[in-house]
């Protein structure tokens, strides 16, 4: 008898392990009857199933990253960039994604990648190499987000987020590209160039016709300076003239005697009693 309750105490947990299933947080589950999906979208917890006609299958709800293989894309200008990135994302709609591609994330990741590469060149074929560099890039993810999204929700999948971890030029590309950027680099410094000569010239002409303009008033007020001071010399030696007359011309005479006298070399032609030597013959 007490086996018999053993027996029974058993199969009946066994039973009720079977009726009910947990779905954790990082988790989505499609609960299926007969092979049909009957309910999918539960919360996390503890739920219940039937035995042996309810079958449940879970699904991973977290973030997931697809890395693309590195591609190549026809630009606006017909040139062909490599281009390495990746993509985030999650499942929205769990009964959708286990519908189109039989819950299978590799199966996803596969048309998903599709998808992406297609929006690549249709993104790439608006632009040139240049605006590709100079672009900020969060536009370049924004459109990518924008385009990617309403097909990935066909699969039941929600992007995330799509990024461009690198854009590199092929070998046969990179040469032609560097060259026509040096070109362009080359053109601006010669431009700079110009209009720094341009203004060096202005500047230099300026700086001569300021020049000429201060020295020419510098002259000009030399020349008053100088026959202000003549004119006063001049009226100082009249009125010592008038005052003394005598003294003016004693003066006078010791200027011309210095100048004239004591220097080697000097030889002078007079008669003795001419007035040169006033001076000289009558002493007081």
């Known amino acids: ?3 018999k309750i053993v027996v029974a105490i058993g199969a009946l ?18 609960k299926f009857q007969l092979g049909e999906i009957v309910e999918y979208d539960f919360k996390p917890g503890l739920h219940l199933k039937l035995p042996f006609i309810n079958n449940v299958k879970k699904f991973d709800a977290r973030i ?10 026809l630009t606006a200008e017909k040139k062909n960039v490599i281009v390495d990135s990746f993509v985030k994302w999650r499942i929205g709609d769990v009964k959708t994604f286990y519908t189109s591609v039989g ?21 790439f074929s608006k632009r040139d190499i ?39 030029l092929p070998n046969e590309v990179s040469s032609s590209v560097y060259q026509r950027m040096e070109a362009e ?24 016709k300021q020049r000429e303009i201060i020295l020419a008033n510098a002259y000009r007020d030399s020349e008053i300076l100088r026959g202000e001071g003549d004119a006063k010399a001049a009226e100082i030696f009249a009125k010592t003239y008038s005052e003394d007359i005598e003294f003016y011309g004693f003066y006078r005479s010791m200027i011309a005697y210095k100048q004239s006298l004591g220097k080697a070399g000097n030889i002078m032609v007079l008669e003795p009693d001419s007035d040169y030597f006033k001076y000289f013959k009558h002493q007081k």
């Open 185 to 208: 680099r080359a053109r601006v410094a010669r431009e700079f160039r110009s209009q720094g000569s341009e203004a060096a010239e202005r500047i230099r002409a300026d700086a001569d």
């Open 103 to 123: 819950g299978d994330a590799n199966q996803a990741n596969i048309r998903l990648d599709q998808i992406i590469k297609d929006s690549f060149r249709s993104e």
């Open 64 to 73: 997931l990253t697809m890395d693309s293989t590195p591609e190549r894309f």
């Open 130 to 168: 240049k605006q590709l560099v100079s672009t900020d890039r969060s536009i370049i993810r924004e459109a990518l987000i924008t385009n990617v999204s309403p097909h990935a929700q066909k699969l039941g999948i929600n992007i995330v987020d799509v990024q461009v971890k690198r854009i590199d």
């Open 1 to 3: 008898m007490g086996n």
């Open 13 to 30: 947990l066994v039973v009720l392990s079977m009726s009910v299933f947990t779905v954790s947080e990082t988790e989505r589950a499609i």
